[in-house]
Antibody, heavy 120, light 110 residues
Framework: QLQLQESGPGLVKPSETLSLTCSVSGGSISSDSYYWGWIRQPPGKGLEWIGGIYYSGSTDYNPSLKSRVTMSVDTSKNQFSLKLNSVTAADTAVYYC????????????WGRGTLVTVSS | QSALTQPPSASGSPGQSVTISCTGTSSDVGGYNYVSWYQQHPGKAPKLMIYEVSKRPSGVPDRFSGSKSGNTASLTVSGLQAEDEADYYCSSYAGSNIGVFGGGTKLTFL
């Protein structure tokens, strides 16, 4: 059974780059069934789709964040990563990594989430 | 793309039925049968409850059902139980490998 776990700094300074990694366990990240995504949730607010990446490295980003987002995948480590640059307080959120069944577009795998606070 | 529109709150008494709507456009909800619904309890990750508009994953009670008409999808919870109190989010495919979520609906007991 596939499981996901986010890791990375919980505090980032304004204007710097937020970097998170999602480790996939219990199976291979190189699955033809899954598209790996990042979703965030500001405190007390709703979910926002950040973007996704296939194990091949092909990426898709939310147009509203596209200029600041970079995603990558490391199949040798069974991990995929998120970088969000030029962060502000508005980027403070719980960040979830998730596995999406790309053929039917639904997330059936979720990490526990990690809170990232942007503050000096 | 803009977030899908959900009512901020919904409520019902134990045993009753509640329906939560999710309104989008012809570019997302109305254009694809890829609407999913997620349940989120405080401090927890979202959990898939419905996918492809009306399909239930294994383990989700049949009290949960989904439907769609035009640009609006709906989630119905029948026979409300205490553990159903949670936030519910809809999501839709919006083309070009882009997804969009609704703003969320808090379901509470009367």
């Amino acid at each position: 059974q596939l499981q996901l776990q986010e890791s990375g700094p919980g505090l980032v300074k304004p204007s710097e780059t937020l970097s998170l990694t999602c480790s996939v366990s219990g199976g291979s990240i190189s699955s033809d069934s899954y598209y790996w995504g990042w979703i965030r949730q500001p405190p007390g607010k709703g979910l926002e789709w950040i973007g996704g990446i296939y194990y091949s490295g092909s990426t898709d980003y939310n147009p509203s964040l596209k200029s600041r987002v970079t995603m990558s995948v490391d199949t040798s480590k069974n991990q995929f990563s998120l970088k969000l640059n030029s962060v502000t307080a508005a980027d403070t959120a719980v960040y979830y990594c998730a596995g999406l069944r790309w053929d039917d577009w639904y997330f059936d795998l979720w990490g526990r989430g990690t809170l990232v606070t942007v503050s000096s | 793309q803009s977030a899908l529109t959900q009512p901020p709150s919904a409520s019902g008494s134990p045993g009753q039925s509640v329906t939560i709507s999710c309104t989008g456009t012809s570019s997302d909800v109305g254009g694809y049968n890829y609407v999913s619904w997620y349940q989120q309890h405080p401090g927890k990750a979202p959990k898939l409850m419905i996918y492809e508009v009306s399909k239930r994953p294994s383990g989700v009670p049949d009290r949960f059902s989904g439907s769609k008409s035009g640009n609006t999808a709906s989630l119905t919870v029948s026979g409300l139980q205490a553990e159903d109190e949670a936030d519910y989010y809809c999501s839709s495919y919006a083309g070009s490998n882009i997804g969009v979520f609704g703003g969320g609906t808090k379901l509470t007991f009367l």
